[in-house]
Structure formats: C-alpha cells, structure tokens
C-alpha cells in the first residue's frame, strides 16, 4: 500500500505497474494538508488509518 496526494496516483500506478504489482493498493490523501486546521488533520488522520486498516486487513474471504 501506498499514500500519494491525488498528483501523483497516476504516478504512483505506472511505477507499480512497471515492478510487477499492478493491484497495488493507493490511498489518495488532499493536496491540501497544511492548510487543514488541527481538527481537521485529526479527522483526515483518522478515515485514512481506518481506510488503511481496512484494506490492510481484507483477506480474500471478505470479498
């Protein structure tokens, strides 16, 4: 798995292409994060440990 901003998913998917893992896993995160207040970083922080997790522990038995 791998966190990118949205500039760079696209980037991100031809590298893991080109080193034989195309189902790699891409979580986007803003482009914006410094502008976030504190409350809002938290929040970010959290859905995305929560997404992360998430897929993380998916197992093919989930699906």
Known sequence: MVMVTGEFKELASTIA?????????ILVLPSNIEELSDEELRYLAQITFDEAAGKLLW???NK
């Open 59 to 61: 197992t093919g038995s």
């Open 17 to 25: 292409h080109a080193q034989g893992e195309p189902g790699l896993e």
